[in-house]
C-alpha cells in the first residue's frame, strides 16, 4: 500500500511530466541527450533492455528506434503515459511496467540495464541498495549503463563551475520535492558491491571550453548479482 508521503512524491513526477525532458535539454545545453545518445550506441539491435526510472523516455525511444527490446519502468504513471504518447506517434513498441524499481522481479533477466539519471534521485544507502537491486535484473555478462551527472575535476575553475551549474539544477529538483540533497556519486566506487565490472567512461562538457558536467559509464555484469 502506498504511503501519503509516497503519493505525494509520485506525483510531484506525475505532475512534471510535461517539462521534465524539455527544460534539462534546455538546462544542459542538448548535452544530456548527447550523454543518452552515446548510451544507446552501446547496445546492438535486438537486444532485451530495461531502462529504469524512465521518465518520458527520450532514451527508451532511441533504443526502440534502433530495434532493441525495451521494457519502461517508472514509479510515475503520468511520466509513463507521455512515453506511450510518443511511441505512438513514432509507431513504435515497448512494456510500459509502472512501479517502484525496488520492487521490479522480471521473469527472465535482460541483456542490458539503463539507469540514466535515475541513481542520483537516492541518498546514498538507497542509492547503492538500487544499484545492487538493479544488476539483479541482467544476466552474466549483459551491460549496465549509467547516464548522470559527473564528479568535479580538472582545475580549480573547472571544478567549481561543475559544482555551482550542478548543485543549483540539484537545489531546483529539491525544491520541488523530487529529489534529496547530497554529494555527486562515484557509481564505479560501488561497483564490486553489484558484481559489475567497469568498462569505459565518456564524458560530456556544457560546451567545448566549458566543464565537464555529464558522464556515461558502461559496465558489465561479472558475476552472478545478488541482493543484498
Avoid at 51 to 61: H, K, P, Q, R, S
Avoid at 116 to 123: G, K
Wanted: proline share 3%; aromatic share 12%.
Amino acid at each position: 500500500m502506498e504511503t501519503s508521503a509516497n503519493t505525494r512524491f509520485i506525483r510531484r513526477y506525475d505532475r512534471a511530466a510535461w517539462f521534465y525532458e524539455g527544460s534539462a535539454s534546455v538546462f544542459s545545453l542538448g548535452q544530456i541527450r548527447a550523454a543518452k545518445r552515446y548510451a544507446v550506441e552501446q547496445l546492438r539491435s535486438g537486444v532485451r533492455v530495461v531502462f529504469l526510472g524512465v521518465g518520458t523516455g527520450e532514451d527508451a525511444i532511441m533504443a526502440a528506434e534502433k530495434g532493441c527490446k525495451v521494457t519502461c519502468v517508472d514509479i510515475s504513471q503520468g511520466m509513463l503515459d507521455c512515453l506511450k504518447a510518443r511511441l505512438a506517434k513514432r509507431n513504435l513498441s515497448a512494456e510500459i511496467v509502472c512501479q517502484n524499481a525496488f520492487e521490479y522481479r522480471p521473469a527472465e533477466r535482460f541483456d542490458a540495464c539503463a539507469a540514466n539519471f535515475f541513481l542520483n534521485t537516492f541518498r546514498e544507502a538507497d542509492m547503492v541498495h538500487m544499484l545492487v537491486h538493479a544488476a539483479t535484473l541482467v544476466r552474466p555478462g549483459g551491460k549496465f549503463l549509467i547516464t548522470d551527472v559527473a564528479l568535479a575535476q580538472g582545475n580549480f575553475l573547472s571544478k567549481a563551475a561543475n559544482v555551482v551549474y550542478l548543485k543549483s539544477a540539484m537545489i531546483a529538483y529539491w525544491l520541488l520535492g523530487m529529489t534529496p540533497l547530497h554529494r555527486n556519486y562515484n557509481y564505479v566506487a560501488y561497483f564490486a558491491q553489484a558484481g559489475l565490472s567497469y568498462d569505459h567512461h565518456k564524458t560530456f562538457k556544457l560546451f567545448p571550453a566549458g566543464p565537464i558536467v555529464y558522464q556515461v559509464t558502461v559496465a558489465s555484469i561479472s558475476r552472478e548479482p545478488s541482493e543484498t
